[in-house]
Nanobody, 126 residues
Framework: QVQLVESGGGSVQPGGSLRLSCAAS????????MAWFRQAPGKEREGVSC????????YYRDSVKGRFTISRDNAKNLVYLQMNSLKPEDTAIYYC???????????????????WGQGTQVTVSS
């Protein structure tokens, strides 16, 4: 059974850090582009970051550049999102997603992604 499970969310104060993990089961991540999306209450889902299958291409949305770092460990079937200098506007449910990619790139759009996790809540508040 194909499954993505996120973990690592929680509540932090502004300026704090969290590390999200996404564990894949039922398939091997090494042929998949992986991405993190987020959705805040009342807002549309948006792409936060993505990483190509070989990690040769990485995308970050402008608002998280310099603060978030995406990485992957294909041997362990894991993808990470290190989030530093968190801001209240980072508050959202964060989802990981997988796209069976034949490209050396990854997409910031949700369209190509076939598998999705259930999400993990990140709350940044003082």
């Amino acid at each position: 059974q194909v499954q993505l499970v996120e973990s690592g969310g929680g509540s932090v104060q502004p300026g704090g850090s969290l590390r999200l993990s996404c564990a894949a089961s039922g398939f091997s991540l090494d042929r998949y582009a992986m991405a993190w999306f987020r959705q805040a209450p009342g807002k549309e889902r948006e792409g936060v970051s993505c990483i190509s299958p070989s990690a040769s291409y990485i995308y970050y949305r402008d608002s998280v550049k310099g603060r978030f770092t995406i990485s992957r460990d294909n041997a362990k079937n894991l993808v990470y999102l290190q989030m530093n200098s968190l801001k209240p506007e980072d508050t959202a449910i964060y989802y990981c997603a997988a796209d069976r990619s034949v490209s050396a790139y990854c997409s910031s759009s949700s369209k190509p992604y076939e598998y999705w996790g259930q999400g993990t809540q990140v709350t940044v508040s003082s």
